[in-house]
Each structure stands twice: as C-alpha cells, then as structure tokens.
C-alpha cells in the first residue's frame, strides 16, 4: 500500500481536460514539494510537474499541477492519444525520512 | 546531452547480491542527487534511496535499509547501488534518476534506462 494514494485510473476522451489526484499526509505533501512523472509504456519516467506547479523545459502547458493542503492534482486538458500513460506523483516524507510514490494512475485515452 | 546509462541485466540466486551502476555525462555530477527507484513487472514505482553526490550523504527506505548501499565514484561520474540478500520479491528494473540543478533539489529529470534484475534459482 503507497502512503501516497491516487486512483488507478482514469480515462476521456481527445480534447477532454482530466484530472488525477495525489492524497498524503501532513508528513509528505503537507510539508513538502510534490512532483509529478509521466511514465510512458516500456519506457523510463519523465518528470512532467515539479514544485507543486512548474513545468521542466519542453512539457507543453497542457500540464498542470495544484497542490491544497494534504492533497495534490495533476490537470491535463486537451488531451491527446499520446498522453496514455502511467502518472505518478512523488513526495518526501519527513516521518519516513524518505521518498515516497503514489500507486499510480493509468491514464486511458477513450 | 544530459543522460544516464546504466549497467546491463543481471540474473542472480536467491541470498546473493548484485551491484548496478550508472554513469552520468552531460551535466555537473558532483553537483546533483541521484536516486533509485525499482518497478516489479505490472507494479509502481518504490523509492530505494539517494545519495547527494558533492557530501556523500545517503537516505534509504525503511524497507531496504538493511540490504542497500548507494555509492558514487566522483572520478568517472558513476553512481551505484548494491542490494543484498536478494529474494526472489527483488525481481525487478531497477532505475537511477539524477537531478541536473534547473528544476530543484529533489525533482529528478534525468533518469537511466533501467536495469532488469532477475532473482531465481
């Protein structure tokens, strides 16, 4: 069980605007910094949002973040076929001591 | 360009341990964190650990904090990890991902190709 927790999944249709969340606790997401990866199939993570809301260079502005308290989002409108993929959000865990992941949510263009 | 490759597959038997490396170029090694993180087949992502390259400094998951050991050799920019004492629940690709120091401290936007692990006797 991830002590991050997001559905596992999550599905529209081209040019739909989704949203994914990312549930923690005072311990992680309360006081720190959420990221978000991308993960396509058979391939590596990318990191997609970092800080809450920013995007690296090259992630079009399709891709946002929010982050409210103990709970975090990632937004993607316009959704295209190439998003279909495994988005993971990512935090550190002060009580841990460590880094922690969401489970995953496997995002199916309809 | 900035990127990690990492060491080849390894197959190993249950009880021993195996050691993965990833070579960095492209960016300030000495200046980054790198992490690593494994995926089972069909499974998330699991944070192992990091260590932040300049001081050495190391954290581990409470989970592998017995069987782990994260190095970096700054002479030829290579981070690894050693896990020990592998199980067959350790079968898995294991990743290393840097930061390159545009994006934060602990947001990790270089990440290697994935090494296969495979435990079995």
């Known amino acids: 069980q991830s002590v991050l927790t997001q559905p596992p999944s999550a599905s529209g249709t081209p040019g739909q605007r989704v949203t994914i969340s990312c549930s923690g606790s005072?311990?992680?997401?309360?006081?720190?910094?959420v990221n978000w990866y991308q993960q396509l199939p058979g391939t590596a993570p990318k990191l997609l949002i970092y800080?809450?809301?920013q995007r690296p260079s090259g992630v079009p502005d399709r891709f946002s973040g929010s982050k409210s308290g103990t709970s975090a989002s990632l937004a993607i409108s316009g959704l295209q076929s190439e998003d279909e993929a495994d988005y993971y959000c990512a935090a550190w865990d002060d009580s841990l001591n460590g880094g922690v992941f969401g489970g995953g949510t496997k995002l199916t263009v309809l | 360009q900035m990127q990690l490759v990492q060491s080849g597959p390894e197959v190993k038997k249950p009880g021993t341990s195996v050691k993965v490396s990833c070579k960095a170029s492209g960016f300030t090694f000495t200046s980054s964190a790198m992490q690593w993180v494994r995926q089972a087949r069909g499974q998330r992502l699991e944070w192992i650990g990091w260590?932040?390259?300049?001081?050495?400094?190391?954290n581990y998951a409470q989970k592998f904090q017995e069987r782990v050991t994260i190095t970096r050799d700054m002479s030829t920019s290579t981070a690894y990890m050693e896990l020990s004492s592998l199980r067959s629940e350790d079968t898995a690709v294991y990743y290393c991902?840097?930061?390159?120091?545009?994006?934060?401290?602990?947001?990790?936007?270089?990440w290697g190709q994935g090494t296969m692990v495979t435990v079995s006797s």
């Open positions: 991902a840097g930061t390159s120091g545009w994006y934060g401290s602990d947001a990790f936007d270089i």
């Open positions: 260590i932040v390259v300049g001081s050495g400094n190391t």
């Open positions: 800080s809450n809301n």
């Open positions: 005072s311990s992680n997401i309360g006081s720190n910094t």
